[in-house]
Nanobody
């Protein structure tokens, strides 16, 4: 199984970035997908998640209203649209997969597969 994240980079505060994560080696629509991030010197934290069908999603309070998760089950890809970026959003962003066929309930705990991260740097 591989989860390949891309789209990170350097952006000014207030700007936008779109991250992508392409999954291979698994049946993509058997998995809820999640994004986490880890800032320098801090623990990894949950950012957002989406059910396999895309019919439900959840967000950390710190990103609500600014970030949007979506997925394309044909392309085996999950996206993270990040708008109104702040310096405190600077982190390595990781995508993750959690086996679940529930269309509406996000599995809160557990990750079955992690991807390698992509660095997002927001300059103030």
């Amino acid at each position: 199984v591989q989860l390949q994240a891309s789209g990170g980079g350097l952006v000014q505060a207030g700007g936008s970035l779109r991250l992508s994560c392409v999954a291979s080696g698994l049946t993509f629509n058997n998995y809820a997908m999640k994004w986490f991030r880890q800032a320098p010197g801090k623990e990894r934290e949950f950012v957002t998640a989406i059910t396999w069908s895309g019919r439900a999603s959840s967000y950390a309070d710190s990103v609500k209203g600014r970030f949007t998760i979506s997925r394309d089950n044909v392309k085996n890809t999950v996206y993270l649209q990040m708008n109104s970026l702040k310096a405190e959003d600077t982190a390595v962003y990781y995508c993750a997969a959690r086996a679940s066929r529930d269309e509406y309930l996000i599995p809160r705990r557990g990750v079955d597969y992690w991807g390698k991260g992509t660095l997002v740097t927001v300059s103030s």
